[in-house]
Each structure stands twice: as structure tokens, then as C-alpha cells.
């Protein structure tokens, strides 16, 4: 009949296929039928949770190629390795692109938990969906740093070693107290990291089980309930002003898929590419009686071993304890609705921002040029207490002011917001600056060093 093709391709009908093509698909029912176009702005989200989501199905795909060949033993571990590499058809690259997937996860991670914090997307009644994306952040970075061990090289036995060491840093507190002995905290973390008092055997398979199952079935978890969460609560954030009518929404099906296909190819292409160029590092058999100097934990911990070489207790617990309470308490104590979706806050949060950011760099490197230039407390007093050694430290000294500078914007703009803001800035600041000083500016025996 003459209208038959019209009826069969009218809008409805179109708009009802492509609705099943969602609501069908095991694969594509994670997406809603219908999105706000603010939500596909590039500028908004830069994709970053999409890339994290290839990401981790890049590290999967190609571990479980590199478990084929891996032997997770202390005789084996090494020369396993060592056979995917030069004897194993393209294990070189396979290896380059999980290396290169993994710190690429953290990186990633990182910007992404930026991202949601100054876009406010934790407003609006979604405190719970940044809890977990707080649990991811933390997953993703002992996922990355339980795979450092398995080449079982020297670089990885060191990191490892000076890792569980920062885990037993308790025990400053402790031996002051004069309790270790009766209650091992820092033992008890480093025990049940590495499974005894030294990397060994025990180690290596708890890593290996760690970085296999327990800690990816984790993030798998985390993942669909994070994107879950994100379903009901109606998509992305997006600010106050935006329309929420239904028929302001665009379809999912093909627009959006499109959109992700794009950033999949390009990812890989991405890995591929510096795969050829940048090696994942295997150095010599791990010797525990040759220490590597300097001994580093991987880059992204080198914030923390930064302040444990100013106070173990400090440095390894309390700060790392106090920053997570701190992004955890974020969506209770700021509910100031009316920046959800908005960069920084518009200009008042820029302004805010931008001193926060002249505060911690200050702060960090006068702090590190009287360090460098005269010393510390137990070079100007060498019978001094180590309780103040513990408590009066860049770490502590860092917080402190940061927590009252917080304060004081609090109390001026009236905002918890604006001090969220301040907090949460100067104290990122600060971790990139600490980072930055233990990737570059350490050398042997731990001492500045100016290249």
C-alpha cells in the first residue's frame, strides 16, 4: 500500500527500534534510552570515565594473555617473564600495553575523581555514587601496585619492600608508646600485605591472587554499581538551570555508541602506538642482600614515601587516613546545591581555587627549601624527643595549615563549598608537588638531588 512505508518509517517507529536496541542488549542496557545532550558536552566530562571503563577491559584482555606464560614462584616468576618478552609472539607488546593500561588507570582516576569533585557531581543527592568512586580510586591504585611485583626484578622487590614498610609505619607510634611488643599495629598491616616480615614467596602469591581475582572482581563490582547508581539517579550531573523534560533528551542508540566507539579505537590505538616506544621495565633477578639505592615504591606512592621520610607515622597513616576521611566527608558536610554542574564553582570557585593553589606551593617548597638549605628539627637539635620529630613535621605542618586556611574561607564566604574547594585543592596541589619531589629530586641514600 502506498503509505506503508511512511507508517514504517515514521519517528515513533524509529524511536521504538532504537529504544529495544538498549533495552535488548545485555551490553548496551547500561547506558539509558534517552540522555541530555549537556551530558555528551566534551568539555564537561572529557570522556574520562569511559576511557577508565576501556581502560580496565584493556588490562583484563591482556592479562589473561600474560597469565598464560606466567609462573607466579620466586625461581619462576622472572624467567617467565623474561620468556614473554624476548620468546613469547608479540608478548613484548602485550606487556607494554598492560604496563601502559595500568598507569594509565591511575592517571585517569585520578583526573576523574578531579573532575566530578569541581564539577560538584556529587551534589544532588549523590553522596553515595562518590563514596564509590573514592572505593575505585583506591581499588585502581593497589590493583596497579599488586601487579609491580610479579616480574619479581629488582626494580619490583624493592618498590614492593619500601611499600610494606610504609604499611608498618605504625609502629613509630607504637615503639614511643613503648607498646609494640603487646600491640603491633604496623606489623600487623605489613603481615597481612606481604604475609610475613619480608617479601618472599608468601608475597608474591598473595600479590598474584590479588591482582588476578580479588582486586579486578572488585573493581567489576564497584564498577556496576557506580553505573548503576548513576541510571537512577537520572544520568550524569548537570546544573540546576537544565532542563529536565524528557522530550529535551536525546537517544543513546546510535549517537552515544558512536561517541564510544570512537574513544575505544582511539584509546587502543594510543596503547598500541606508545607500546612500541615506551618498555616496560625488567631489570636484573630480585636479590634481597643488593638493595636497589634509591629504593622507591612506585610513582604514584612516592607522595606518601615523601612524607614517611619525614615521619613514618605521619607520613604513612595519619595524613593518608585524614586525606580519605576528608574526600569521603566531602558530599556531608557541602550541600550547596546550587553549583551542581558547574566548573568550579563559576568565578567565585575560581578565585577560591587558584589562591589555594598559591597557598600549597608556597607552603610545600618553603617548607622543602629550609629542609634542603638547613635541615630539620633533629639537625638543629640532635637530643630532641621523637614525638617531636612525629608531630612537628612538613606532613602534619602541611595539613594543619591547609585545615585552617579551609576554615577561614569557611567562616569569610559563608560557604562550605568554597572551602570544600580550598581543601580539596591545596591538598591535591600538594600530593602532585610531593610526587614530583620523590620522582626527581631524590637520589641515592635518599638526598635532594638537582638535575
Known amino acids: 500500500m502506498p503509505g506503508t512505508d511512511n507508517i514504517s518509517n515514521s519517528p515513533e517507529k524509529i524511536y521504538r527500534k532504537r529504544v529495544r536496541k538498549i533495552t535488548r542488549n545485555f551490553f548496551l542496557h547500561i547506558h539509558s534510552p534517552r540522555i541530555y545532550p549537556f551530558s555528551m558536552k566534551p568539555g564537561y566530562t572529557f570522556g574520562l570515565g569511559i576511557v577508565l571503563g576501556f581502560l580496565f577491559l584493556i588490562m583484563i584482555f591482556t592479562g589473561v ?4 606464560h606466567y609462573t607466579p614462584s620466586v625461581e619462576s616468576a622472572y624467567n617467565s617473564v623474561k620468556d614473554i618478552v624476548h620468546v613469547v609472539p608479540g608478548g613484548r607488546i602485550i606487556r607494554n600495553i598492560h604496563r601502559l593500561a595500568s598507569h594509565a588507570m591511575v592517571i585517569t582516576v585520578f583526573l ?24 575505585m580510586f583506591v581499588v585502581v591504585l593497589f590493583m596497579s601496585f599488586s601487579g ?38 604496623g606489623g600487623f598491616f605489613q603481615r597481612l600485605l606481604i604475609g610475613s616480615e619480608t617479601v618472599g614467596q608468601t608475597a608474591l602469591t598473595r600479590f598474584f591472587m590479588l591482582h588476578v581475582i580479588f582486586l579486578p572482581l572488585t573493581l567489576l563490582v564497584l564498577t556496576a554499581v557506580h553505573l548503576w547508581r548513576i541510571r537512577k539517579e537520572g544520568g550524569l550531573s ?18 552515544l555508541m558512536w561517541v564510544e566507539l570512537s574513544i575505544f ?10 607500546s612500541f616506544f615506551i618498555e616496560a621495565p625488567l631489570l636484573e633477578p630480585a ?32 595524613v593518608p587516613v585524614l586525606f580519605l576521611y576528608f574526600l569521603v566527608s566531602i558530599p556531608y558536610k557541602d550541600k550547596e546545591e546550587q553549583y551542581i554542574g558547574v566548573w568550579f564553582s563559576g568565578r567565585r570557585g575560581i578565585k577560591v581555587l587558584l589562591y589555594a593553589i598559591l597557598l600549597s606551593v608556597f607552603t610545600v617548597c618553603v617548607q622543602v627549601f629550609v629542609m634542603v638549605r638547613w635541615g630539620w628539627l633533629r639537625n638543629w637539635f640532635p637530643d630532641i624527643s621523637q614525638w617531636f620529630v612525629m608531630l612537628v613535621n612538613p606532613a602534619t605542618i602541611t595539613v594543619m595549615i591547609f585545615a585552617a586556611y579551609s576554615v577561614y574561607i569557611r567562616r569569610k564566604s559563608g560557604s562550605s563549598r568554597m572551602a570544600a ?12 608537588i610531593f610526587t614530583a619531589i620523590g620522582i626527581w629530586f631524590r637520589g641515592a641514600n635518599w638526598e635532594f638531588v638537582f638535575r
Do not use: C
Open 287 to 318: 636479590n634481597p642482600s643488593h638493595p636497589e639505592n634509591p629504593a622507591k615504591s612506585p610513582w604514584y606512592f612516592l607522595g606518601i614515601q615523601e612524607l614517611v621520610s619525614y615521619s613514618a607515622f605521619a607520613g604513612g597513616l595519619l
Open 65 to 68: 594473555l600474560l597469565m598464560l
Open 112 to 135: 576523574h575523581l578531579l573532575r566530578v569533585f569541581y564539577t560538584g557531581s556529587y551534589l544532588g543527592g549523590r553522596y553515595v555514587n562518590w563514596i564509590i568512586g573514592v572505593a
Open 148 to 185: 609491580y611485583l610479579l616480574p619479581w626484578d629488582q626494580l619490583s622487590y624493592w618498590a614492593v619492600t619500601i611499600g610494606s614498610n610504609i604499611a608498618a609505619s605504625a609502629r613509630e607510634l607504637t615503639d614511643l608508646l613503648g607498646i609494640t611488643g603487646i600491640l603491633d599495629i
Open 238 to 255: 548537570r546544573p540546576v538551570a537544565i532542563s529536565s523534560r524528557e522530550t529535551d533528551k536525546l537517544l543513546a542508540w546510535p549517537m
Open 265 to 274: 579505537l582511539s584509546v587502543i590505538a594510543l596503547l598500541v602506538l606508545f
Open 421 to 432: 574547594i580550598s581543601l580539596f585543592t591545596s591538598s591535591m596541589v600538594a600530593l602532585i
